[in-house]
């Protein structure tokens, strides 16, 4: 794999959010970050704030019944409005005459057709005839073709190596017999994210053009990250039918965000020196965008096409319970069945397609950002694309094999990774059994029944001290507020669970997270197979290691936070890497002159100094953790997740949502606290500095 | 999926050649919607039905739907075909949906669905009373685990698929709790985990499903299921309480969307005509489950096997 600028491109990870020198520009863009004042100490906010809840904790807790036990007079259930609502609007609204679930259909139609068209293309190819009297009239692309153009994009794009990368990726998807299904996924993937780059472009530009549409589409896509899938599945089936069209609408939606935060980013960050320069020149406003700033920006704009594919990947699995074919589907067939080992070979089958997609369009924005002159005598690319595909279509007719790989030459490891599973629950069970029990018995069920019992107004009064201590009051306003909407929609026993499975798996993540990025900083050699193996945590899909987490330990909520966990690891490593590397090299050699100890450099020079940065670790690693609670909910939680799950299953649109955006509430309660937290915290440091 | 094998496909072709179809069907090209779900059995039941439609000139599809979530989506005409509704969990939503007017109950599959609480056989050994459900009274502790104790633990459904446990542990008074998943495929984790090891486990089966062809177990026997235990308290052992008695068992109906009687009729009267018996299935499920083939060439297998009787099923298009 290519070092350095490739390197400093890419970031598959920090969904749902981009990437920390992101963050930080958005950090210094929160109005709420407290100016350090040189007040007295008994004025600062933080005394403030721990006076006011000192008593409200006394309140709460000697006071009125209702200050422990939520009354049910100031709840309202809006679900059922909410639901009837857009049971309405996707059934009876009109737009001028024409109804607007006529509108979605038509949309889903021409969305099907064009799915269509790619599958036949890329995986199934024509048939004539139906029912028993199907027969194949055109074969689809062989695998020798597609193989051999991603092969022959590798290595224009970024030379031998990505060559090799795409080779064995794909060589890995036709040995192990995926290839065809991994076509399928290819197609809706390619569309998703072609239309996922191209609304995210648009809405970023506009957003760029309009500080009023910027605060909208800001606010509009911080609630979209962290509302879970599931609940706008519900309106989306509505809409567009059930099918891949809904799939692919679902997955738009889901991997729009970071492909317009980052395009509002790249654009804001061009130079004002290369737009004066186009304008001096006499560009046209249209020319100015399209021939000036958009390629200039072309480097961070692929930041966010590459958390746009990534996260289309993310969302295999969950599009193909809803009607996409493909990889998700054989790794969800192979699970119900037991079959674990077939099971994660389908699931690297994704990873392998996640590889390719990643690392060919870094590479293909990397050089479009960098000019793409031809070196003499080298013909242009489509040109060997077309003729490579002419010849190996033609090779493909003669030699079957080349078009579809024999059945009975397919690898499979399956019944090794069985067995595996097998003896690890024979031999191992009891001393996990052990494990498990003490986790539930002495630290879990504990925190559940503390976090269950605890006063609401006790809960909500520590969220706005801590709001008003670390942002003041606008921020303890905005958090107060998003804790009201869970009590009075009434979800405050489901989000107190999820905030007790978040705040253990996040725990868990982070201390065994850091520590592994700290150790991986200063060995850059270990850092290539370390971004494999974190890469293939994120885009394996998650159910391929939850259910021999069940086998092991059992339905319930400590297989749901292993699952947790595993996911919500690879930020917290990434993030703790990010921190070291941003340490000056001056304080380490001044510490070392001052003759510290490692472990003293680590406490007193790094950790000090990576706190910003480290603080945004923690709050992507918890946001990370909240976009697997529905997947944790599969295996039997209590939680938020669950309740959304529930509405899925039983078409609840309204309890879907409500539900759903109470789990927005609780993310966007830990980003606005954390952010505050790390703004505060680099500004505490500029002030040392000073 | 569209059919993979292109070999056997010309195979097929060459042998349905032959009769020369109706001139009336289909009545209209709209596609037919089948339904399909999170169980093997539906799926390949619909596949059937899809490649009879198909290929005697209907347009189909297959589309995935929630069990007990699917009635709005029949009732709207979103969903037009299902081949499986259990009368052990959808008894009263059936009921209640025919009773719109918008749907329609298509008779009996020939299948009969069982599905109740259910132990591996070793259990027996330490549980002497099965399977009589007061055994589990006794021997709740044998299935307790370190977060029940003294309770029994049971592996529940997922919550959408309408079971009445909850009510069932209450009203039977039974030393359990009840664990649900999130999905069956958790389930039978546990199982598998359990089974491997001999431990102890109670759990929800279904059949016609392959795990009662891997796995050696009997069904808890249970009060017998009358209508009269779910609605009346005074039935049953239990004079105070409802629900009183195991699942329903019996029945699998197929069942269709009302509007759809005029327009594809002839697809309609096939609908009604077809009929499965659980050995069959059973066998058929093992093909898809275990031995990993696709449900499009298992179904398309047994219809070519079974030629005359499909046929005759769809002898308003011949």
């Known amino acids: 794999m290519r070092a350095g600028p490739l390197q400093s491109l890419r970031r598959a990870d920090e969904i749902p959010h981009p990437a920390p020198k992101k963050a930080h520009a958005r950090m210094a863009s929160i109005d709420t970050v407290p100016r350090p004042k040189k007040s007295r100490p008994w004025t600062s906010p933080p005394a403030i704030a721990l006076v006011g809840f000192t008593l409200l904790a006394w309140a709460a807790l000697l006071g009125p019944a209702w200050m422990r036990v939520i009354p049910e007079a100031i709840t309202f259930p809006v679900a059922q409005v909410v639901g009837d609502a857009i049971n309405w609007f996707a059934r009876d609204a009109k737009i001028g005459g024409v109804a607007f679930q006529e509108m979605t259909r038509g949309l889903a139609t021409l969305f099907d057709y ?108 911080n609630v979209m990250q962290t509302v879970p899938i599931f609940s706008y599945l519900v309106p989306t089936l509505l809409l567009f039918g059930y099918g891949p069209s809904a799939a692919l609408v679902a997955t738009v939606i889901y991997a729009l965000p970071p492909m317009v935060h980052n395009t509002v980013l790249a654009l804001k960050s061009v130079p004002t020196e290369i737009t004066e320069c186009g304008r001096m020149i006499g560009c046209k406003p249209r020319q100015l965008l399209w021939q000036v700033q958009l390629p200039a920006a072309l480097g961070k704009l692929a930041v966010g096409m590459n958390q746009s594919i990534m996260m289309t990947l993310n969302m295999v699995i969950i599009a193909s319970m809803i009607g996409a074919g493909g990889l998700g589907f054989d790794v969800l067939s ?118 269950g019992n605890a006063p609401w107004t006790l809960i909500i009064g520590a969220v706005a001290a801590l709001g008003y201590a670390l942002g003041g009051a606008r921020l303890a306003l905005y958090t107060t507020g998003l804790a009201l909407f869970i009590v009075l929609t009434g979800y405050w026993g489901p989000a107190m669970s999820s905030v007790y499975l978040i705040t253990i798996s996040v725990s868990v993540a982070i201390a065994i997270g850091y520590p592994i990025g700290f150790w991986l900083s200063s060995r850059p050699r270990a850092q290539e197979p370390a971004n494999f193996v974190l890469d293939t945590m994120q885009t394996l899909p998650t159910l391929v290691y939850l259910l021999p987490a069940v086998m092991l330990f059992r339905i319930g909520d400590v297989s749901a936070v292993i699952a947790v966990i595993l996911y919500a690891i690879a930020p917290a490593v990434r993030y703790a890497m990010i921190g070291m590397a941003q340490v000056p090299h001056a304080r380490l050699e001044a510490a070392e002159i001052a003759g510290c100890t490692r472990w003293q450099t680590l406490i007193w020079v790094r950790l000090p100094a990576a706190l910003p940065t480290l603080l945004i670790g923690v709050n992507q690693t918890i946001m990370m953790a909240f976009s697997m609670l529905i997947i944790a909910a599969l295996v039997g939680t209590k939680d938020l997740g669950q309740e959304v799950l529930i509405a899925l299953n039983r078409s609840l649109v309204g309890e879907g949502i409500i539900a759903g955006l109470c789990v927005a509430c609780l993310a966007l309660i830990a980003d606005g606290l954390l952010k505050a937290a790390a703004a505060r915290a680099s500004s505490d440091k500029k002030r040392t500095a000073e | 999926m569209k059919i993979k094998t292109i070999a056997t496909s010309a195979a097929v072709a060459a042998m349905l050649a032959g009769p020369a179809l109706s001139q009336a069907v289909p009545e209209s090209d709209d596609t037919i919607k089948i339904m399909t779900g999170d169980w093997t059995s539906i799926g390949l039941q619909g596949e059937m039905m899809s490649l009879i439609l198909q290929t005697v000139g209907y347009n189909t599809e297959l589309v995935v739907a929630d069990d007990s979530g699917r009635y709005p989506g029949f009732e709207n005409g979103d969903l037009h075909i299902s081949m499986e509704t259990w009368q052990t969990t959808q008894l009263q939503n059936l009921e209640k949906s025919v009773a719109t007017g918008k749907v329609l109950d298509m008779g009996e599959t020939g299948l009969r669905g069982v599905e109740d609480w259910w132990y591996p056989l070793y259990m027996k050994e330490r549980c002497p009373g099965l399977p009589a459900w007061e055994a589990l009274k006794d021997c709740a502790e044998v299935f307790a685990t370190a977060d029940t104790t003294p309770n029994g633990r049971y592996v529940g459904g997922p919550v959408s698929w309408g079971d009445h446990d909850e009510q069932m542990v209450a009203a039977l008074d039974l030393p359990f709790d009840i664990v649900h998943p999130g999905t069956d495929a958790a389930m039978f984790a546990e199982l598998k985990s359990a089974y491997d090891r001999e431990a102890p486990i109670v759990l929800w089966v279904w059949q016609p499903h392959w795990v009662t062809s891997v796995y050696e177990g009997e069904y808890v026997q249970f009060p017998q299921f009358e209508l009269a235990c779910f609605e009346d308290p005074a039935w049953g052992p239990n004079p105070d309480a409802t629900y009183d008695c195991g699942k329903p068992y019996g029945w699998i109906k197929k069942m269709a969307w009302a509007g759809g009687e005029e327009k594809w009729p002839c697809a ?28 499009t060439e298992v179904a398309t297998e047994w219809l070519m096997a079974n030629d005359a009787t499909w046929k005759e099923w769809a002898s308003c298009a011949m």
């Open chain 1, 114 to 221: 064009v799915i269509d068209a790619t599958v036949v293309v890329l995986a199934e190819g024509l048939f004539t005839g139906r029912g028993l009297n199907v027969t194949q009239s055109v074969p689809p692309l062989s695998w020798l073709a597609i193989g051999g153009a991603l092969v022959i994009m590798g290595y224009r794009f970024g030379g031998r190596n990505l060559a090799l990368i795409c080779a064995v990726s794909a060589g890995f998807l036709v040995f192990f017999g995926l290839w065809e299904n991994a076509m399928v996924t290819l197609a809706s993937v390619l569309v998703s994210v072609i239309l996922a780059i191209l609304l995210g472009l648009a809405l970023g530009i506009w957003s760029y053009r309009s500080a009023r549409i910027e605060n909208v589409t800001r606010g509009v896509m």
């Open chain 1, 334 to 451: 192979a699970l119900r069945k037991l079959d674990i080992g077939s099971g994660l070979e389908a699931g690297m089958g994704i990873v392998a397609l996640a590889i390719i997609l990643d690392r060919l369009s870094q590479a293909a924005a990397h050089r479009a950002a960098h000019g793409t002159h031809l070196k003499a005598g080298q013909r242009p690319l489509w040109q060997l694309l077309i003729a490579w595909l002419i010849f190996s279509t033609g090779l493909a007719l003669l030699l079957t094999p080349l078009q579809a790989w024999p059945d009975a030459w397919v690898v499979s490891t399956a019944s090794f990774w069985n067995a595996a599973v097998t003896w690890i629950n024979r031999e191992m069970f009891d001393l996990l059994e052990g494990i498990r029990n003490f986790a539930l018995l002495q630290v879990m069920r504990p925190f559940n029944d503390f976090l």
């Open chain 2, 268 to 295: 309609y009267e096939i609908v009604r005509n077809y009929q499965m018996d659980n050995d069959t299935m059973a066998a058929l499920l093992v093909e898809v489950d275990l031995n990993g083939r696709s449900s």
